[in-house]
């Protein structure tokens, strides 16, 4: 079907649209600092892991990151390659299998490594060791993604490593980033070298991690390929990965939903939407940030008096959780039963984080071409929920 990717209508139930020419924007971003950097950049599975697209990724890269068994399979089976993988504990039931699904497999702690470290390799002869390393330092504001937080169960600290790392580490993996510049990347840099540089001769390769937002529009790219080149001059022995997921999918398209109906309490009206913010956009409620909607004015701090008037809305979801709505925003000729609203870019840490809760229709998954077809990636149904409790 064709549709005008403007407003969608004519689309009457709720979707994501990824749309093609704005991935293939982002990859040829990515793809040109790799190459500029002399840097491996790879796909991070925990943000964007829409499988069917993954032909269109293996045209600019090569290889992915993940955190589990699944993840590691997706990579092995879907995208083609064997993953990068870290994950906070690995399972006596599941590491052999990760290992063999695995190019490369970071340790959280010196403990897991040397538990299950001789084992992992004993499942893949040509399986590559890493551990991950804590600077104590990151500019993440958020409680809740900083994984550098005091308390943190999220790597080694300098002060726990032995002078000489334990036999079979290759690597080190450092992620202390989240949506950020390049700059906070340059200064996290200056905190990781000084606390870990003196193991550096001892390693093949070091992880920045993610949390590298270099398809945003005001991200520092030259101070970016700058800061990789210099620590690569630095170190030239050390092969460099970036593992980012936000950047891949940033601004690659929106969540298309509808009004069903709209109640007022209070001076306040309650636009209800066929989706629901803890169900298919969760990171609004747990970050909290505000979206963007389409051909809207978002109201961030509202005037006394503004939830009445007439062109302002809260938005809400359709589950039965009390705080499933967001708001306000300002439409201007207000909305109706059957208009569509558009939250802009939903295509990271939405379809890999979404849910089920309460049975609702869960919204599909397209892909929309340059000539405006659109193609239907994946329709759920019944089916889909009622497997989920098998």
Known sequence: ????????????????VLEES????????????????GVEIILAFKAYALW???????????????????EARLADEEFGSKAHTFSPAYTDY??????????????NSLSQLARLGE??????????????????????????????APGTRFGVTADRLPDQLPEGVDGFHCHCHCESGADVFERTLGHITDKFARWFDQIKWINFGGGHLMTRKDYDIPLLIKTLTDFRKAYPWLHVILEPGSAFGWQTGPLVAQVVDIVEDRGIKTAILNVSFTCHMPDCLEMPYMPTVRGAETIEQPAEGTAAEADVYRLGGNSCLSGDFMGLWRFSGGLHVGDNVIFEDMLHYTTVKTNMFNGITHPSIALAHDDGTLEMLRVFTYEDYRNRMD
Request: hydrophobic residues 35%.
């Open 1 to 16: 079907m064709k549709i005008d990717l403007t407003t969608f209508k004519g689309l009457n139930r709720p979707c994501y």
């Open 22 to 37: 704005l991935l293939r924007r982002n990859l040829k971003l990515i793809k040109g600092v790799a190459e500029a950097s």
């Open 52 to 70: 069917k697209t993954f032909p269109i990724f293996r045209e600019y890269i090569g290889a992915t990151t993940a955190s589990s068994l699944y």
């Open 94 to 107: 599941e590491i052999d299998e990760i290992a063999r699904r695995s190019s490369h497999l970071t340790f």
């Open 119 to 148: 084992r992992a390799k004993r499942a893949n002869g040509n399986l590559s060791l890493g551990l991950r390393i804590n600077p104590e330092y990151s500019e993440v504001g958020t409680a809740l993604y900083n994984p550098c």
